[in-house]
């Protein structure tokens, strides 16, 4: 507590201003060996609207990992052999690196087209469908959860069955449901809508091409599943489940695409400006 309160009143004003002007190293926070850690150096760590306490804690944590780090560095310093201690072309390359890639990222937010239609997506799942394999059940269908003394509640697999456009369940579903689903156009997996039953109750491995729908009961509550259509694991992934992996797969062309035109401009544009030369 007395180091925390010693820290607060020594970094309570830094939080809230800037540092010091550049060349100015002011007064030193911690040492190791000939390196020192000045107080303005900690202007920038601290988001604004901090509360002092939290200030502190900041503060203290940033000493500590900067001592830990330079205790490391001498003894890096003082026993690795000298080939080893020389960075100066990894750290060149790094820089490099990461210069180009900040570049194209930059360009890339500018002047990519990012957006993909429906289309497209429809045209890849046709030629590449067989690549995305569902690796648990799909379902589309309805599921309804009305209280155990909900009127007519009998009649809810009558009305699935017979009623093609839906109207009179999705009419009951919407007056006393306590949770209503109409996902027949849509496919989820099957152990997402299983989780709505009671545990235990339902088993979403237990699902097939044949099962119409399902039930169960609980002390307060009665639970229907009607299933329009199923699919297996290991079958072809429905377009609305495969859509997102999709789209990451034609952005990602997009990318790869552009930032090869661009390395080619690029090339291209050297070679006009009499910008390279080989020896």
Excluded at 40 to 67: C, Q, T, V
Excluded at 79 to 97: F, G, H, M, T, V
Excluded at 130 to 149: E, M, Q, T
């Amino acid at each position: 507590m007395q180091r925390l309160f010693l820290f607060m009143l020594l970094f309570l004003p830094l939080a809230a201003k800037c540092g010091r002007t550049a060349g100015e190293k002011g007064d030193p926070v911690a040492r190791v060996y000939n390196k020192y850690l000045y107080r303005h150096e900690l202007a920038g760590i601290f988001p604004a609207n901090i509360s002092p306490a939290d200030s502190a804690k900041l503060a203290m944590n940033y000493i500590d990992k900067w001592i830990r780090n330079q205790l490391f560095l001498k003894l890096a310093e003082e026993n690795l052999p000298p080939a080893e201690k020389n960075l100066d072309k990894q750290i060149a390359d790094y820089r490099a690196s990461l210069l180009i890639h900040k570049y194209q990222r930059h360009l890339l937010g500018q002047k990519l087209d990012s957006m993909i239609t429906m289309r497209e997506i429809e045209e890849y799942h046709n030629s590449f469908g067989s690549n995305f394999i569902l690796d648990r059940p799909a379902i589309r269908g309805v599921f309804i959860k009305v209280f155990s003394d909900a009127p007519n509640r009998e009649r809810i697999s009558e009305m699935f069955g017979y009623d093609d456009d839906m109207v009179q369940l999705e009419s009951y579903g919407n007056r006393y449901g306590v949770t209503f689903y109409n996902f027949r156009d849509i496919w989820i997996y099957a152990g997402d809508i299983v989780r709505e039953f009671p545990p235990g109750s339902v088993d979403a491995g237990g699902l097939t091409a044949n099962t119409g729908y399902l039930t169960a009961t609980d002390e307060n509550f009665y639970y229907f599943l009607g299933v329009v259509e199923y699919k297996p694991s290991k079958s072809v992934m429905p377009i609305s489940l495969a859509a997102q992996k999709i789209k990451s797969i034609i952005l990602n062309r997009r990318k790869m695409q552009f930032l090869n035109e661009l390395e080619k401009s690029v090339f291209t544009e050297g070679i006009n400006k009499n910008a390279i030369q080989y020896f």
